[in-house]
């Protein structure tokens, strides 16, 4: 078990610009989950996978944000156009569907500065 | 958006005080759950309390739980330098699904 593991740990690009972050989650994990995080602030929910469905997607989840899961393992979160608004640290979580309730474990995330 | 608020906002002790932070949100749970941030990393799960429970134990940590008054508190005893990080509570309206997390508090403690 390697935990959830986010690449790239950092990101810095120019406003306008695409960016792609993935996450891979723990294995066996049915659930995966995408958050931001600002400064100073806890994290905000934009979406969640359930093996490959996109169960929910957060109004802050413009339409220059998609998210996928292909085959229910990996995610990546894309961004086009990026903006400055966007800088934040971008965080993943995984966790299994059990009668425990959901604990769920999270990446070390990437941060994204858009310069 | 922001489930509830947290406070304080920060906090400074001395090793071996304890500590304790409030969560407050806003929705009826299913459950509520605190996990901890240390500086720009992951966060770290620490302890789930389900809605029809009023207090919870694990190691040095105490969470206690009143959902009418839509709130629950942290407590650390006995605390170390290591637990210096940022927390967080969040709450999850159903049994599983998005979290909805407070502002945290941030804990600061000195050797």
């Known amino acids: 078990d390697t935990g959830v593991s986010q690449n790239p740990r950092h990101k810095i690009t120019k406003r306008g610009q695409n960016v792609t972050f993935r996450c891979d989650p723990i294995?066996?994990?049915?659930?995966l989950y995408w958050y931001r995080q600002t400064l100073g602030q806890g994290p905000e929910f934009l979406t969640y996978f359930q093996n490959e469905a996109q169960l929910e997607k957060s109004r802050l989840l413009s339409d220059r944000f998609s998210a996928e899961r292909p085959k229910g393992s990996f995610s990546t979160l894309e961004i086009q156009r990026t903006e400055q608004g966007d800088s934040a640290m971008y965080l993943c979580?995984?966790?299994?569907?059990?009668?425990?309730?959901?604990?769920?474990?999270f990446g070390a995330g990437t941060r994204l500065s858009v310069l | 958006s922001q489930q509830g608020e947290e406070d304080p906002q920060a906090l400074s002790i001395q090793e071996g005080e304890n500590a304790t932070m409030n969560c407050s949100y806003k929705t009826s749970i299913n459950n509520l759950q605190w996990y901890r941030q240390n500086s720009g990393r992951g966060l770290v799960h620490l302890i789930l309390?389900?809605?029809?429970?009023r207090e919870k134990h694990s190691g040095r940590l105490r969470v206690t739980l009143d959902t009418s008054k839509k709130s629950s508190s942290l407590l650390i005893t006995a605390s170390r330098a290591a637990d210096t990080a940022s927390y967080f509570c969040?709450?999850?309206?159903?049994?599983?699904?998005?979290?909805?997390f407070g502002q945290g508090t941030i804990l600061t403690v000195h050797p």
């Open positions: 969040a709450t999850l309206v159903t049994s599983y699904g998005k979290l909805t």
């Open positions: 294995s066996e994990h049915n659930r």
């Open positions: 309390i389900r809605s029809n429970e």
């Open positions: 979580a995984s966790s299994l569907v059990s009668g425990v309730g959901d604990i769920q474990y």
